[in-house]
């Protein structure tokens, strides 16, 4: 259970606690001593651990805790009625990627806590119902498919193809989830509850350097890049790293690596297309041995969805020519796939008139937000992220930004409130 000094004294209401202060209570969850940065799966000790952190500081705010069917984690501000209808919801993830950094979800999570502080502090009665919801496996990092519990919620996966997924271990989603307290056999589409959603605001910590060239600590987001993510499988001969001669082999991991270097070609030779292959598999993955198989998965991203299948749909074409060449075969199958995002133009403008200094800014990277804006009103507000780097270490935010995107959370959801 993450430790939560420092806090005591906002359960009162007198004053807001510090999204410094609470991402310090959880600094030690997770931290991953050998890529540095913090590896916090899904389901994992540490997730749970940020769940009880999350759950207690709900609870101290006075905001009734609820899990959902699909394992996200909703803290309830209701009116004074008790009513849920037309709610405003805010919050984020707090899974992480390998390696990854302390910002990307926890600052939503964070500052979502500290805007309800701050709106208690100004003595704010709800109009409408708030609540800051946590969605598991944002980053697909256990699972494979991103943002699979706001995907589970509206729909956008299919329940039994979501019941299969398996872990780098071979455990099932539905395994894992039926040992975290989910029933496996009612994960799926919850029409209840995003009936009840009236809009969604989430804070991010920006992923790249637009805030850091405008010199400004807060954007608003006007879409998110569509993007996929591809499994692709070479098969070849595994044999013997001694006595195999090099014109007698049929190597995987020669057609694999290929392969990646004409992805990047071909995302280098499209303008405004992302390609990525970040992780890479080999089978069985002996120094001494060429392997039989090997597995790595491609990441494309590009602002027009036509070009995004036409970038993979090349790359597809290629991998199977020098597959060939190799004497092996390849196999590409889709893994996850958002298309670009809009964010509602009513929200964004409600948060424009909130906060005018803010700049709009697009991003590449996926968020529940984008899962949610077929379905219900959304919008994002990004804090300046001084290295311009995430999914890494390296991502940072000042102290000082943290603390005023929660204030200026606060402000548009005061607005949206009223
Ligand atoms: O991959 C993404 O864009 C997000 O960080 N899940
Ligand atoms: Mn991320
Ligand atoms: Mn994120």
Redesign the pocket.
């Known amino acids: 259970m993450a430790n939560t000094t420092g806090n005591l004294t906002q359960q009162k209401g007198t004053r807001a606690a510090t999204v410094t202060g609470l991402l310090s209570d959880i600094a030690n969850l997770g931290t991953d001593p050998v890529r540095g940065g913090y590896t916090r799966p899904v389901y994992s000790t540490a997730e749970l651990d940020l769940r009880e952190w999350f759950i207690h500081q709900a609870i101290q705010r006075g905001l009734a805790v609820e899990t959902d069917r699909n394992g996200a984690t909703w803290a309830w501000w209701e009116t004074p009625g008790g009513d849920r209808a037309n709610a405003l919801v805010t919050g984020s993830h707090l899974d992480s990627v390998p390696g990854g950094g302390p910002f990307?979800g926890p600052l939503g999570v964070a500052s979502a806590l500290v805007a309800v502080d701050i709106l208690k502090t100004r003595g704010t009665v709800p109009t409408r119902p708030l609540a800051v919801v946590v969605f598991p496996e944002?980053?697909?990092s256990r699972f494979g498919v991103?943002?699979l519990g706001s995907r589970l919620m509206t729909g956008a996966i299919d329940p039994d193809k979501a019941r299969n997924l398996r872990d780098p271990d071979g455990n099932t989603f539905a395994d894992v989830a039926k040992a975290n307290g989910l029933d496996p056999r009612h994960i799926g589409k919850d029409e209840e509850l995003l009936g009840l959603i009236g809009a969604f605001v989430e804070l991010h910590v920006e992923?790249g350097r637009g805030l850091i060239d405008l010199n400004q600590p807060i954007a608003i987001a006007s879409s998110i890049l569509g993007?996929g993510r591809w499994r692709l499988s070479v098969t070849g001969q595994g044999n013997h790293a001694g006595t195999t001669l090099m014109a007698d082999r049929h190597d995987p991991m020669i057609a694999a690596s290929r392969t990646v270097v004409a992805i990047r070609d071909t995302a280098r030779n499209q303008p405004h297309a992302r390609a990525t292959v970040g992780r890479l598999q080999p089978v069985p993955g002996g120094t001494n041995v060429i392997a039989s198989r090997v597995d790595f998965w491609l990441d494309v991203r590009h602002p027009d969805d036509a070009v995004t299948a036409s970038v993979v749909e090349s790359i597809h074409q290629q991998a199977q020519l020098i597959a060939a060449e190799e004497g092996c075969t390849v196999t590409l199958s889709e893994e996850s796939l958002s298309t670009t995002v809009h964010f509602d133009p009513g929200l964004q403008g409600a948060l424009q008139l909130a906060l005018p200094e803010a700049p709009i800014l697009d991003t590449g990277?996926?968020?529940d937000a984008g899962v949610l804006s077929p379905y219900v009103p959304t919008a994002m507000v990004f804090v300046r992220n001084p290295s311009g780097i995430s999914?890494s270490p390296e991502e940072h935010v000042l102290d000082e930004d943290a603390e005023t995107g929660a204030r200026v959370l606060a402000d548009a959801l005061a607005s949206l409130l009223s």
């Open positions: 990307d944002e980053e697909g991103a943002c992923q993007h990277a996926g968020h999914h």
